[in-house]
């Protein structure tokens, strides 16, 4: 069974920061993914990777197979971008398994 | 862009009560999801269907709950008699072979 954890919980910076967002997990993967849930609830998914590095807009993620951890880094942090960040992982089989997010606040 | 589209929105029904959550997944997408997230929790998976059958399970989708592809294009999940627990969000997704999962806006259920 793997165990995705993710770090840290909460997070508050202000307008322009550099985000940096943890996620470990304990077992191999076959991919990873980075969603973006709004707090109306609705899921985004932002990345689907699987080694190296991803990068859209002002979002990059990485991977380390080796380590088990992925980072999520938002660059030039804008109020638009709170929200709670989730980690999910797929085994050899279908099933994800979602980290319990990360509650992001960029403050003006 | 395409979107996956779930209704209803939010559902209220009472303990004992038979609900049915719709889902109408990407046009010419072939792996299709469902999740529930109870509040506050995190997201746990439900079930996958691919190919006209369930490909994987949770051990949270027990006989009381189903799924099914009636007609090519709604994905349904079933619950057959509610408990206060199955209270969630619920959420639909759908994929195209290797690409990233496109998640619905989900149903709100609440079980009274």
């Known amino acids: 069974k793997n165990e995705v954890e993710q770090s840290p919980q909460n997070l508050t910076a202000q307008e322009g920061e550099f985000i940096t967002i943890n996620c470990s997990y304990s077992?191999?993967?076959?991919?990873l993914h980075w969603l973006q849930q709004h707090p109306g609830g609705g899921i985004v998914s932002l990345f689907m990777?699987?080694?190296g590095k991803k990068k859209h807009g002002r979002l990059i993620a990485t991977i380390n197979i080796q380590e088990k951890h992925s980072s999520l880094h938002i660059t030039a942090s804008h109020p638009r971008d709170s929200a709670v960040y989730i980690c999910?992982?797929?085994?050899?089989?279908?099933?994800?398994?979602f980290g319990t997010g990360t509650r992001l606040t960029i403050i003006p | 862009e395409p979107e996956v589209t779930q209704t209803p929105s939010h559902q209220v029904t009472q303990m004992g009560q038979e609900v049915i959550l719709r889902c109408v997944p990407i046009?010419?997408?072939?792996?299709f999801y469902w999740y529930r997230q109870i509040l506050g929790q995190k997201v746990e998976f439900l079930v996958s269907?691919?190919?006209?059958?369930?490909?994987?399970k949770s051990e949270i989708f027990d006989d009381q709950f189903s799924v099914e592809r009636p007609d090519g294009s709604n994905f349904t999940l079933k619950i057959r008699s509610t408990k206060l627990e199955d209270s969630a969000m619920y959420f639909c997704?759908?994929?195209?072979?290797?690409?990233?999962?496109?998640f619905g806006p989900g149903t709100r259920l609440l079980v009274l």
């Open positions: 997704a759908s994929k195209a072979v290797l690409e990233t999962q496109y």
């Open positions: 077992v191999g993967i076959s991919a």
């Open positions: 990777l699987s080694s």
């Open positions: 999910a992982v797929r085994g050899g089989n279908e099933k994800l398994t």
């Open positions: 046009s010419n997408h072939l792996y």
């Open positions: 269907f691919y190919n006209n059958e369930i490909s994987e």
